[in-house]
């Protein structure tokens, strides 16, 4: 084996009380206090990286993260240290070796997010940090129509936030729906090749407007068409998203996706 080792691992957070996955020089992150436990008990410098930077008040059922040391710590070892150091809204469920050149984000081919909104009168105390609450009724048909125009490539320049430096806004969109398990809940799951600053949040509050009856589905088209952010709805809050699945091609073998499982 290499002098240098590549450990991948998987995590479940509670996004609630960070300030998102990436350092920062102020405010508390997921990044920070893995890489501190990691330091602690490896003693020696490292860099964490990560499938995708959550934002503040995010959650993850998946992320995936990998960093590369000189330790002869196996993972399994070191993900039970670490989950006995690490707080309880950080769940380590999974740590592997991986090959030298694997990287969480660029070697991933696809990730899912789901939004989660409550659409009933009353709120409900035990989901307000992971729901966004809607007490007026939606036009949930109208909104699916929408969902199905986001299928396919397109410049999705007006759901992308400003402050992104990404070379292009087209992404490949292979799955946007949307399903009700009752009680006034709303789940949206959205599969692409890659996306934008804020797209997920600013396409979840932009398909909300059309529920509520200030467009329709064909104003919706024009909306992804006209490639202009200020002409899109609002964006949703923060605490109703989840970053749920990271998918790769691995080396020797097909397409996996890394779950909590």
Same mark, same amino acid.
């Given at each position: 084996?290499? !002098?240098? &080792?590549?450990?991948?691992?998987?995590?479940?957070?509670?996004? +609630? $009380? @960070?300030?998102? %996955?990436?350092?920062?020089?102020?405010?508390?992150?997921?990044?920070?206090?893995?890489?501190?436990?990691?330091?602690?008990?490896?003693?020696?410098?490292?860099?964490?990286?990560?499938?995708?930077?959550?934002?503040?008040?995010?959650?993850?059922?998946?992320?995936?993260?990998?960093?590369?040391?000189?330790?002869?710590?196996?993972?399994?070892?070191?993900?039970?240290?670490?989950?006995?150091?690490?707080?309880?809204?950080?769940?380590?469920?999974?740590?592997?070796?991986?090959?030298?050149?694997?990287?969480?984000?660029?070697?991933?081919?696809?990730?899912?997010? !789901?939004? &989660?909104?409550?659409?009933?009168?009353?709120?409900?105390?035990? +989901? $307000? @940090?992971?729901? %966004?609450?809607?007490?007026?009724?939606?036009?949930?048909?109208?909104?699916?129509?929408?969902?199905?125009?986001?299928?396919?490539?397109?410049?999705?320049?007006?759901?992308?936030?400003?402050?992104?430096?990404?070379?292009?806004?087209?992404?490949?969109?292979?799955?946007?729906?949307?399903?009700?398990?009752?009680?006034?809940?709303?789940?949206?799951?959205?599969?692409?090749?890659?996306?934008?600053?804020?797209?997920?949040?600013?396409?979840?509050?932009?398909?909300?407007?059309?529920?509520?009856?200030?467009?329709?589905?064909?104003?919706?088209?024009?909306?992804? !068409?006209? &490639?202009?952010?200020?002409?899109?709805?609002?964006?949703?809050?923060?605490?109703?998203?989840?970053?749920?699945?990271?998918?790769?091609?691995?080396?020797?073998?097909?397409?996996?996706?890394?779950?909590?499982?």
């Amino acid at each position: 084996m290499d !002098e240098h &080792r590549n450990i991948r691992m998987v995590l479940r957070y509670d996004g +609630t $009380r @960070f300030h998102g %996955w990436q350092s920062q020089a102020e405010g508390s992150t997921i990044q920070d206090i893995m890489e501190e436990k990691i330091r602690l008990i490896l003693n020696e410098p490292m860099r964490l990286m990560a499938a995708g930077r959550t934002d503040a008040g995010v959650h993850a059922l998946c992320q995936v993260c990998h960093f590369h040391t000189r330790s002869r710590l196996n993972p399994e070892s070191l993900r039970r240290g670490l989950n006995s150091l690490l707080p309880p809204d950080i769940f380590i469920s999974r740590a592997e070796y991986v090959s030298s050149n694997f990287h969480s984000r660029y070697s991933a081919t696809s990730k899912v997010y !789901e939004y &989660r909104i409550l659409n009933r009168p009353e709120p409900d105390p035990f +989901t $307000r @940090f992971y729901s %966004w609450h809607i007490p007026s009724p939606l036009d949930l048909p109208e909104m699916n129509k929408c969902l199905s125009l986001l299928i396919g490539e397109h410049d999705f320049s007006s759901f992308m936030s400003s402050g992104s430096s990404v070379r292009s806004p087209i992404r490949r969109m292979m799955e946007a729906e949307m399903r009700s398990p009752g009680e006034g809940l709303l789940f949206f799951e959205f599969q692409a090749d890659g996306f934008l600053r804020h797209m997920v949040r600013n396409i979840v509050g932009t398909v909300v407007e059309v529920g509520k009856g200030r467009w329709d589905s064909g104003k919706f088209l024009e909306l992804i !068409e006209a &490639r202009d952010r200020r002409l899109a709805g609002a964006k949703a809050p923060a605490q109703g998203l989840f970053l749920k699945m990271v998918c790769y091609e691995e080396e020797r073998g097909p397409k996996t996706s890394l779950t909590d499982a």
